[in-house]
C-alpha cells in the first residue's frame, strides 16, 4: 500500500502492527519523529549493531531538537564496544553511558525515544531494585541521613572512586564542608556544601578550572551508582563464593583464582568486574527490567536485528572458550545474556524494513497494515534548521544514494550557498530542475522558486534568517 505520513500516523495511533518497506535513514528517523510526538508513548527502537543504532540517533537528534530538547527525550543504550570475553576491557565512557540511561529511564518523568541493540539490552546488569536502594537523593535546605564517614564510605560502596580534585566522572572528593562528586547522568560534576548534615547549596562546576558555573544552581540531585557490578559489603560474599566455585568447575589454577579473590575481599575493581552480574546478583537484571509497561517496540529491520544477535551470541561462545584458556574468570554466556525470547510482537507497533522481505510469510501472518515508502510523495516536512545543524545530514543522504536539489529564490543566494557548500568541500552544480532530475549527479543548486517542487519531499534550512528549500530525489 503507498501511503501517506498521515496515513502512517493514523494507523499507529489505532495501535496497528505495521510494516514500512524501502525507508531510508532519514525517512526512518522522521518517521519514528513524528510517531513519538504524536503517540505520547516512550518507543524503544532495536537496531541490527551498533553502528546502526548510532547513525539512527543522529538522524533522530536531527528532526526532534527543533521540537524540544532532544537530550531529554531521546537516550541510546550501548552494547560494550569490547566483548566481554576479550583481554580489553570496554571503555570508561561506554559503562557511564549505560548508567546514565538506566538512571534517565527510572526518572520516567516524560517519554523517550530508546534507541538499543539486542545484546545491550539484554546483558546482565545490576537489578532495578538495587539500583534504587543505592541511589541517593540530595536536596537543598533537606539534611542528609549520613555522617560525613558513612558519605564516604557510601559513595565507594557504589562505584565511585575518591580523589584529591574531581576531573572525572564517577569520582567525589569531600573536603571539610564540600562535596564534589561526578555523577554519570549530568555533564558537569556537582558541588555540594554542607552545613553540618543539611545541604545548603548545590551547583555544577567545571572539572578543568574546578570554578562553579553561572547559574547553575539545583535544588535537589541523585547521586546513583557508577557501576553495573558493585563490589561493596553486600555482594562481596557472594561474588567471591560464586566465583570460586566457576573457577574451580573450570580448571583455573589457584594462582590465578586466589589473587582474584583477594581483590574482591579489598573491593578492588579489576579490568572484568562490570561482566560479573551473574556472579555479584541473585537475579541479574536485563535492560529490558528498566523500561516501563507504556511501552512500543520498534524493529530496524527485524530479520537483521535476529541474524545480528545469533552471530552475536556464536562469537561470544569462541571468545568464551578463547577466555577460559587464558585463565580469565568470566560467567558463560548464557547467563550473562538472557534469551530475547520475551520480545513478541505483543508490543511491536512497526518494523522497518527492506523491499525484498515484502513476501516473508513472517510479516504477512503478524502484519496487520503494510505501507511502502518508496517516492518523496510519501513524507513531509516543514523545519527550518540552520545549514551548519544540516551538513552532517546532507553527507549522510549523499552517502545513502539521494540526489540533493537546493532551490534558492534569488541567484545571489544560490551564490552564497554555493560558498558554503565549497567551503565544507561538498560537490555540487549549478543547473534546472529538469536537468537534476535527470543527470546523474547527486547535488544540484537551482535558481528557480519552490513551484517546481510541489511533488518532491521539501525540507526547509534557515539560512541566516533567509529560508532555503531543500528537495530529496530519491536516485
Given at each position: 500500500?503507498?501511503?501517506?505520513?498521515e496515513?502512517?500516523?493514523?494507523?499507529?495511533?489505532?495501535?496497528?502492527?505495521?510494516?514500512?518497506?524501502?525507508?531510508?535513514?532519514?525517512?526512518?528517523?522522521?518517521?519514528?519523529?513524528?510517531?513519538?510526538?504524536?503517540?505520547?508513548?516512550?518507543?524503544?527502537v532495536?537496531?541490527?549493531?551498533?553502528?546502526?543504532?548510532?547513525?539512527?540517533?543522529?538522524?533522530?537528534?536531527?528532526?526532534c531538537?527543533?521540537?524540544?530538547?532532544?537530550?531529554?527525550?531521546l537516550?541510546?543504550?550501548?552494547?560494550?564496544?569490547?566483548?566481554?570475553?576479550?583481554?580489553i576491557?570496554s571503555?570508561?565512557?561506554?559503562?557511564?553511558?549505560?548508567?546514565?540511561?538506566?538512571?534517565?529511564?527510572?526518572?520516567?518523568?516524560?517519554?523517550?525515544?530508546?534507541?538499543?541493540?539486542?545484546?545491550?539490552?539484554?546483558?546482565?546488569?545490576?537489578?532495578?531494585?538495587?539500583?534504587?536502594?543505592?541511589?541517593?537523593?540530595?536536596?537543598?535546605?533537606?539534611?542528609?541521613p549520613?555522617?560525613?564517614?558513612?558519605?564516604?564510605?557510601?559513595?565507594?560502596?557504589?562505584?565511585?572512586?575518591?580523589?584529591?580534585t574531581?576531573?572525572?566522572?564517577?569520582?567525589?572528593?569531600?573536603?571539610?564542608?564540600l562535596?564534589?562528586?561526578?555523577?554519570?547522568?549530568?555533564?558537569f560534576?556537582?558541588?555540594?556544601?554542607?552545613?553540618?548534615?543539611?545541604?545548603e547549596?548545590?551547583?555544577?562546576f567545571?572539572?578543568?578550572?574546578?570554578?562553579t558555573?553561572?547559574?547553575?544552581?539545583?535544588?535537589?540531585?541523585?547521586?546513583?551508582?557508577?557501576?553495573?557490578?558493585?563490589?561493596?559489603?553486600?555482594?562481596?560474599?557472594?561474588?567471591?563464593?560464586r566465583i570460586?566455585?566457576?573457577?574451580?568447575?573450570?580448571?583455573?589454577?589457584?594462582?590465578?583464582?586466589?589473587?582474584?579473590?583477594?581483590?574482591i575481599?579489598?573491593?578492588?575493581?579489576?579490568?572484568?568486574?562490570?561482566?560479573?552480574?551473574?556472579?555479584?546478583?541473585?537475579?541479574?537484571?536485563?535492560?529490558?527490567?528498566?523500561?516501563?509497561?507504556?511501552?512500543?517496540?520498534?524493529?530496524?529491520?527485524?530479520?537483521?536485528?535476529?541474524?545480528?544477535?545469533?552471530?552475536?551470541?556464536?562469537?561470544?561462545k569462541?571468545?568464551?572458550?578463547?577466555?577460559?584458556?587464558?585463565?580469565?574468570?568470566?560467567?558463560?554466556?548464557?547467563?550473562l545474556?538472557?534469551?530475547?525470547?520475551?520480545?513478541s510482537?505483543?508490543?511491536?507497533?512497526?518494523?522497518?524494513?527492506?523491499?525484498?522481505?515484502?513476501?516473508?510469510?513472517?510479516?504477512?501472518?503478524?502484519?496487520?497494515?503494510?505501507?511502502?515508502?518508496?517516492?518523496?510523495?510519501?513524507?513531509?516536512?516543514?523545519?527550518?534548521?540552520?545549514?551548519?545543524?544540516?551538513?552532517n545530514?546532507?553527507?549522510?543522504?549523499?552517502?545513502?544514494?539521494?540526489?540533493?536539489?537546493?532551490?534558492?529564490?534569488t541567484?545571489?543566494?544560490?551564490?552564497?550557498?554555493?560558498?558554503?557548500?565549497?567551503?565544507?568541500?561538498?560537490?555540487?552544480?549549478?543547473?534546472?530542475?529538469?536537468?537534476?532530475?535527470?543527470?546523474?549527479?547527486?547535488?544540484?543548486?537551482?535558481?528557480?522558486?519552490k513551484?517546481?517542487?510541489?511533488?518532491d519531499?521539501?525540507?526547509?534550512?534557515?539560512l541566516?534568517?533567509?529560508?532555503?528549500?531543500?528537495?530529496?530525489?530519491?536516485?
Amino acid at each position: 500500500m503507498h501511503c501517506s505520513l498521515e496515513s502512517i500516523l493514523e494507523t499507529l495511533k489505532q495501535k496497528k502492527q505495521t510494516l514500512a518497506l524501502g525507508t531510508n535513514l532519514s525517512s526512518k528517523a522522521f518517521i519514528l519523529a513524528k510517531a513519538f510526538f504524536e503517540l505520547k508513548k516512550n518507543l524503544l527502537v532495536l537496531c541490527p549493531n551498533q553502528d546502526a543504532a548510532h547513525e539512527l540517533c543522529l538522524n533522530l537528534d536531527i528532526f526532534c531538537r527543533k521540537t524540544v530538547s532532544s537530550k531529554s527525550i531521546l537516550e541510546h543504550f550501548p552494547t560494550w564496544d569490547m566483548s566481554p570475553y576479550s583481554s580489553i576491557s570496554s571503555s570508561i565512557k561506554t559503562r557511564l553511558k549505560r548508567i546514565r540511561v538506566l538512571s534517565s529511564i527510572i526518572d520516567n518523568s516524560e517519554p523517550k525515544i530508546i534507541v538499543t541493540t539486542i545484546d545491550a539490552a539484554f546483558q546482565s546488569t545490576i537489578p532495578k531494585d538495587l539500583f534504587l536502594k543505592y541511589s541517593l537523593s540530595l536536596s537543598a535546605s533537606n539534611k542528609t541521613p549520613l555522617s560525613q564517614p558513612e558519605l564516604i564510605s557510601h559513595l565507594a560502596q557504589i562505584g565511585y572512586y575518591r580523589v584529591d580534585t574531581v576531573e572525572d566522572c564517577g569520582t567525589f572528593s569531600l573536603k571539610g564542608n564540600l562535596l564534589d562528586v561526578f555523577v554519570p547522568q549530568h555533564d558537569f560534576p556537582a558541588r555540594v556544601e554542607f552545613c553540618g548534615n543539611e545541604v545548603e547549596k548545590i551547583r555544577f562546576f567545571e572539572p578543568s578550572t574546578q570554578r562553579t558555573l553561572q547559574n547553575s544552581l539545583i535544588n535537589s540531585i541523585v547521586v546513583t551508582p557508577a557501576r553495573e557490578v558493585l563490589i561493596n559489603n553486600q555482594t562481596k560474599s557472594t561474588l567471591r563464593e560464586r566465583i570460586k566455585i566457576h573457577a574451580d568447575e573450570s580448571e583455573i589454577p589457584r594462582k590465578i583464582r586466589d589473587p582474584v579473590l583477594l581483590s574482591i575481599q579489598d573491593e578492588i575493581y579489576s579490568d572484568h568486574t562490570d561482566a560479573w552480574a551473574p556472579f555479584a546478583y541473585e537475579k541479574p537484571a536485563r535492560f529490558w527490567d528498566y523500561l516501563p509497561d507504556d511501552l512500543y517496540i520498534v524493529w530496524d529491520e527485524h530479520e537483521q536485528c535476529i541474524m545480528a544477535w545469533e552471530g552475536f551470541l556464536t562469537e561470544q561462545k569462541t571468545l568464551e572458550i578463547e577466555a577460559k584458556n587464558h585463565g580469565l574468570i568470566l560467567p558463560d554466556v548464557s547467563s550473562l545474556y538472557g534469551r530475547p525470547d520475551e520480545l513478541s510482537f505483543s508490543k511491536t507497533i512497526l518494523c522497518f524494513e527492506k523491499l525484498e522481505i515484502l513476501n516473508s510469510d513472517f510479516y504477512s501472518n503478524t502484519t496487520q497494515h503494510c505501507i511502502s515508502i518508496q517516492t518523496n510523495l510519501d513524507l513531509t516536512r516543514r523545519e527550518k534548521h540552520s545549514f551548519s545543524e544540516q551538513e552532517n545530514t546532507i553527507r549522510g543522504w549523499l552517502k545513502e544514494g539521494f540526489k540533493i536539489l537546493i532551490v534558492s529564490s534569488t541567484q545571489t543566494q544560490l551564490e552564497r550557498i554555493c560558498f558554503l557548500l565549497k567551503e565544507r568541500s561538498l560537490v555540487y552544480q549549478i543547473g534546472d530542475v529538469r536537468d537534476a532530475k535527470a543527470n546523474t549527479m547527486n547535488f544540484w543548486g537551482v535558481a528557480h522558486t519552490k513551484k517546481h517542487l510541489q511533488n518532491d519531499l521539501q525540507l526547509k534550512i534557515g539560512l541566516d534568517y533567509k529560508p532555503l528549500q531543500t528537495c530529496l530525489l530519491k536516485t
